[in-house]
């Protein structure tokens, strides 16, 4: 089935752990993102990607790197995880990197920091 | 701080009624997008409506953007249980396909 999968589903990390979050999709999209859910404040975008061996920055950076070796593959890892990293991760994709392009959404990790 | 922000918070309704949310947003668009998020699942697109635009359809959602007010509504028309969700709002201020969410609206149908 065509889409996008996370990894792992959900994790309990201890403060100053280092984790690597995982993004596929198999859709051949160009673009691909990184964003957090937290309650009340939405989803914040953390990186994109416009292409594969390209990376930006987004609205939440610090903290988190991201690497875009090749077109399925989009992982997030957190260096040194703190308690404010606590939230949902969502990693989406579009075909495009145009505004008007869709994005498409995996079914998200949550991630507790202790 | 963010781009966009809908109204109300939460809504609870019966089924066949209609649910009516806004969006209200800060600075010029390319366009505007309206997700679902089931509990406990990633996002999903339900419609995108651009700058020029002042309507649009899809089967029982209708969409309108006031780009003079900077705001937007979905009216989901004779809604069901299924629609239980949260809906957000998101824009695309430049070509790079950067969205900013707002808070989302939380809907419940009851039957």
């Known amino acids: 089935i065509a889409g996008i999968t996370q990894a792992p589903t959900s994790q309990i990390l201890a403060a100053g752990r280092r984790m690597t979050l995982r993004c596929t999709q198999d859709m051949r999209h160009n673009a691909m993102y990184w964003y957090r859910q937290d309650l009340g404040l939405g989803l914040r975008l953390i990186h994109y990607?416009?292409?594969?061996?390209?990376?930006g920055k987004g609205e939440v950076p610090d903290g988190y790197s991201v690497s875009r070796a090749n077109t399925d593959d989009f992982p997030l890892t957190l260096a040194s995880a703190v308690p404010s990293q606590t939230s949902v991760y969502f990693c989406?994709?579009?075909?495009?990197?145009?505004?008007?392009?869709?994005?498409?959404f995996g079914p998200g990790t949550r991630l507790t920091v202790l | 701080s963010q781009q966009g922000e809908e109204d109300p918070q939460a809504l609870s309704i019966q089924e066949g009624e209609n649910a009516t949310m806004n969006c209200s947003y800060k600075?010029?668009?390319?366009?505007l997008q309206w997700y679902r998020q089931n509990s406990g699942r990633g996002l999903v697109h339900l419609i995108l409506?651009?700058?020029?635009?002042r309507e649009k359809h899809s089967g029982r959602l209708r969409v309108t953007l006031d780009t003079s007010k900077k705001s937007s509504s979905l009216l989901i028309t004779a809604s069901r249980a299924a629609d239980t969700a949260s809906y957000f709002c998101a824009t695309a201020m430049d070509s790079w396909g950067k969205l900013q969410f707002g808070a989302g609206t939380q809907v419940v149908v009851t039957p």
């Open positions: 600075t010029s668009i390319n366009n």
């Open positions: 409506i651009r700058s020029n635009e």
């Open positions: 989406a994709s579009s075909e495009g990197q145009g505004a008007g392009d869709t994005q498409y």
């Open positions: 990607s416009n292409t594969a061996g390209t990376t």
